[in-house]
């Protein structure tokens, strides 16, 4: 007997299941003049994303650094190093008091921060250029109009370009695509008064 | 709803505003080329939508299909229609995005300066 209910339960279920896009359709139709939600809805005011961190470093540690924060003081426990971005992921180049950073992770604590992703001094920045030289090397230097102001780009051997593709190679100075007025976008580490070039992306 | 294929980048306020009011890297928000609240249309690379101050995009990073829903808050001047992102040379350039909002779609990471995207609005 108890195994009838419930076969007999699974049927209706099974019965209800296939027939509710339809009655969901009839009644759709009636109400025709229903406006569907808005899939865009608008915001009024803004949204920190809970993963979002950033701030100024203020004391150094071995896995954990301190700073001061828009949620406060915390420290941040550090990812391993492929998580930790200065000049590029795994670049080895030390924290130091002073440094801005970008971080993405969990507060554990009220005033503690696990970091997934942390970056350093990171810059995003993009313009015309002007006061292009190229060492023998072929490492090059120009200054770039960025929108926050001008900035001084020196290359090295681990700076890339992005192809018109979207192939990412060895940066050469003597890249056509690096002429004096051209537009360029350039993601570097800002250090010593100069932004050292990580990935430089030309106008083509 | 109008479906768009390119690339975002991010940019940092700096102190600074936007133009439909006050600016913070910590915000899932993003600059549009065309503002209805203020006029200011950039459509030469792309005819995007038009949007008011406030309205969302839906955003998706191609190179790893997050997407998120973004608020508009800005107006930005493209400053050349042919940058290619690093993952799938995608172009062009269909919005800026804010650290906050760049990071929510491509892991948490800023290692890369632009991603290609898919911008539904």
Not at chain 1, 87 to 97: A, D, K, L, N, Y
Not at chain 2, 19 to 24: D, H, I, K, V
Request: a neutral charge.
């Amino acid at each position: 007997m108890k195994s009838i209910s419930r076969r007999n339960f699974l049927v209706f279920a099974a019965s209800l299941a296939a027939v509710a896009p339809v009655l969901k359709g009839l009644a759709f139709d009636r109400v025709g003049a229903e406006t569907p939600p808005n899939p865009f809805p608008r915001q009024e005011t803004p949204v920190v994303p809970a993963k979002y961190l950033d701030g100024v470093v203020t004391a150094v540690g071995r896995d954990t650094l301190s700073a001061d924060t828009f949620r406060g003081a915390l420290t941040i426990q550090l990812p391993d190093s492929s998580g930790v971005w200065k000049g590029g992921f795994g670049s080895g180049v030390p924290i130091e008091v002073g440094d801005q950073f970008y971080a993405w992770g969990d507060l554990t604590t009220k005033d503690q921060f696990a970091a997934e992703k942390i970056h350093f001094n990171i810059r995003n920045e993009i313009g015309p250029i002007s006061e292009l030289q190229v060492t023998s090397a072929g490492d090059a230097s120009f200054v770039l109009a960025g929108r926050s102001g001008q900035f001084q780009v020196v290359t090295n051997d681990r700076t890339t370009i992005v192809h018109s593709d979207g192939t990412e190679v060895p940066f050469r100075g003597e890249d056509k695509l690096i002429a004096p007025g051209a537009m360029v976008q350039v993601l570097g580490l800002a250090r010593g008064g100069k932004l050292e070039a990580t990935i430089v992306y030309p106008s083509f | 709803m109008t479906v768009m294929y390119g690339n975002v980048t991010y940019y940092n306020c700096n102190g600074g505003s936007g133009a439909c009011s006050s600016c913070n890297d910590g915000w899932n928000d993003l600059a549009w080329p065309n503002l209805s609240t203020t006029g200011c249309v950039y459509n030469g690379c792309a005819n995007n939508c038009s949007h008011a101050c406030g309205d969302t995009v839906q955003v998706t990073n191609l190179c790893n299909n997050q997407a998120n829903y973004i608020r508009v808050h800005d107006c930005f001047p493209r400053v050349g229609c042919n940058y290619a992102d690093n993952c799938m040379g995608r172009t062009p350039p269909l919005a800026d995005l804010l650290p906050a909002a760049f990071m929510a779609i491509n892991g948490g990471s800023l290692g890369a300066g632009r991603i290609p995207a898919k911008v539904v609005c």
